[in-house]
């Protein structure tokens, strides 16, 4: 009723399936209520709506019809493990992904100048890309429009022969505000540039903040702890290697993306003999090596140190090792040797006379360890519940061939860890022994709590200490304990309330949230 440039609603409407997209991160919901408008306001009171896979939101709020030139919105949606984000690469430069969620989000203002709040902890199935290479500005933001049901990615994808001055949607001041909690069943993967190729992909927790203001670029604040990852390696597009990253590294960001300091420490791990650096006949079995890159300071411009470790060696073998490389330049060429080939650098100044210098063909070595690669990828697509790898290293004068095969899995909704690896040794080139050995090792995890703070651990592996001490294998049992606090006095203070007198409260807060719902 009314005047037609501004008449007043009132009435009920029953909608099924309603569907709409948020464009700026390509979510698409759906919800079916009968809904109430009263003088041109439509009030939302615990509707349920569901995201493209059926998981829920509950929403709460008004949506003001009083200006349809701008409609008002005053959204508030709590959500149970939400489709957050759907983005492909095309669709947005700053950030990609999919993300899932559980908290709170809150939708303020106009659909031309609308602010996007959420508060969030990631959770299982989030694959969040960060490319750090690029960057645009982010305003003028489409937010919302409704789907006609047609192709999705083909409904997206811009059309180049369309006239862009009609039927365009209208363009928003949107300013999104993220408060994202990160947890280890979330993925983050950070690519570098281009030109030096290299990804970091991780799992593991902090709190980031992360923000785009119309007509300026996209921020991102806070630490990020990384529990396990992989660094992939890249130099000259001749060395390309898969680095796992050691737990406890971080990455912090105050600023752009490309801001990002790192400090972290990534291990490609092997196994090969010491013989081209000693030249002892002791020394001739392969044994495990981890060549350790330190990555520090600023992600553009980081200082990057090399080290070589033996991790299951005694210390007089360490010792020999730090005297025979004991100059950064030594290490640099001895850190690539063993990426490139598997191998120490012999030093022809202490080698024997006759000796072939370089035992391992780097040809064999690179080939050998393409076509491992492509099998662990091939069978690894077999079940996505499996992750299996596959490795063959060539034998030579000095050390034996090996065949190597690693079988990793997570089981009751990953909260049991199993890791196994079985490596078997055949003779060396040019030594008559026929003998082949069998190592393996492996481990079993248990989280007893679902955030994984206390966890079990059980594991056996082999000694590789040239001579053993006792026995061929070490097994052993642990139990973890981990809690993230910002100063020893909130961590105590923090305890305290949870045991002394704060659990009244606490029920009294949670029944008058529960009253005024």
Known sequence: EGPLKAPRINGDIELQKLGMRVDYLNTKFTFSDRLIIDNNVLNINQIEIFDSLGHKAIANGRVDFRNFNEVGLNLQFNADNLM??????????????????????????????????????????????????????GGDLSFVSFTTGQNEDEELRPDPTRNPSRNDIKKSRLELNINLEPTPQAEITLFFDPTAGGSLSARGSGELKMNVQPDSDFNISGE???????YNFVLSQVVNKKFEVRGGSKISWNGEPTDAILDVVAVYKLRTSLYNLFYDEAYRRRIPVDCEIYLTGPIESPEIRFNIN??????????????????EEDMTKQFLSLLIVNSFMPDPNYAPA??????????????AEVLSNQLSNWVSQISNDFDIGFHYRPGDEVSRQEIEVALSTQILNDRVIINSNID???????????????????????????????????FTRPNDKLIYESSPYTSGIGIFFREEFNSFGA???????????KKDKKEDADKELANSR
Request: glycine fraction near 12%; hydrophobic fraction near 30%.
């Open 424 to 458: 078997v040794g055949g003779g060396n080139y040019g030594v008559t022994e026929n003998t082949n050995d069998i190592a393996g090792d492996f481990s079993v995890e248990v989280k007893i709590d679902k955030r994984g703070k206390f966890r079990v651990k059980a």
């Open 354 to 367: 006759g000796s072939s210098g370089f035992m391992s063909n780097p040809v064999e070595v690179t080939t």
């Open 491 to 501: 961590l105590i203070k923090g305890y305290w309330n949870k045991i002394f007198g």
């Open 310 to 327: 033996l991790p299951t060696a005694d210390e007089d073998t360490k010792t020999r090792l730090r005297n025979s490389i004991n100059t």
């Open 84 to 137: 957050m984000l759907d983005l492909r690469e095309w669709q947005n430069d700053i950030f990609y992904g999919q993300a899932y969620g559980t908290g709170l989000i809150s939708l303020k203002g106009t659909t031309r100048d609308l602010k996007i709040d959420i508060a969030a902890r990631a959770v299982d199935n989030t694959k969040f890309y960060l490319p750090l290479h690029r960057g645009s500005s």
């Open 224 to 230: 990020y702890t990384i529990d396990q990852g992989t």
